[in-house]
């Protein structure tokens, strides 16, 4: 019982004195580097593809924040449709501009459905990412960061404005990065911290 009162006690000494923030990550560019196309019937698309994800991590911390490699699961309308791996990486403190290259993996999406009659594509990244904060080279506290994330892609908006690069780089079996701050993609996201 003794230990459990000492730990919650340097808890809140930790969480008083350090008063910590929120990790802010913001996408930074998409580019599609492997991609499959199947029909089923003659008119039923399939696609798989590998894709790399630039995110920009920014902690507002007096401390460094160390992440375990995770994985993130991707949904459309509540079904999964892939997976986000992230690497294990590093956050010193009162740091902005670290890039973080992910891998998106879709396997056999039926795009056909997902794009049929809408303009917008919704997709959903939920996942739990292992932190600890990171003081004089030890692990202070474990926690993890809970990410909820809603993307919407106008992809028919996209298509026209970037027709002329797209035709260029199918032909070599992968598309240019399109940048994530485009009007085009609009994101929501919420990030929650727990022991």
């Known amino acids: ?24 990550f913001s996408f930074q560019s998409i580019r599609m580097d492997w991609y499959e196309l199947d029909t089923y019937s003659g008119s039923v698309l399939f696609v798989s593809s590998v894709l790399t994800l630039t995110l920009n991590a920014q902690n507002p911390n ?73 003081v004089f080279h030890m692990t202070l506290l474990r926690m993890k960061v809970a990410l909820d994330c809603d993307i919407d892609i106008d992809y028919k908006e996209l298509a026209l404005k970037d027709e002329v690069e797209a035709k260029r780089v199918v032909q070599n079996h992968h598309f240019a990065s399109f940048p994530t701050n485009s009007k085009f993609i609009f994101r929501k996201c919420a990030l929650a911290l727990y022991a």
Not at 8 to 24: R, S
Not at 75 to 92: C, D, K, M, S, T
Not at 128 to 133: E, G, I, M, T
């Open 1 to 24: 019982m003794f230990i459990v009162v000492a730990v919650g006690m340097a808890t809140l000494i930790v969480i008083f004195l350090l008063k910590p923030e929120k990790p802010v």
């Open 62 to 134: 007096k401390v460094g924040l160390r992440y375990s490699p995770s994985r993130l699961s991707v949904y459309h309308e509540g079904l999964p449709i892939g997976a986000i791996r992230v690497p294990g990486f590093f956050q010193p403190a009162h740091s902005n501009n670290v890039s973080v290259r992910t891998r998106v993996l879709f396997h056999c999406v039926n795009l056909s459905q997902i794009v049929a009659g809408k303009d917008i594509i919704e997709m959903n990244i939920l996942g739990d990412v292992r932190a600890q904060l990171w």
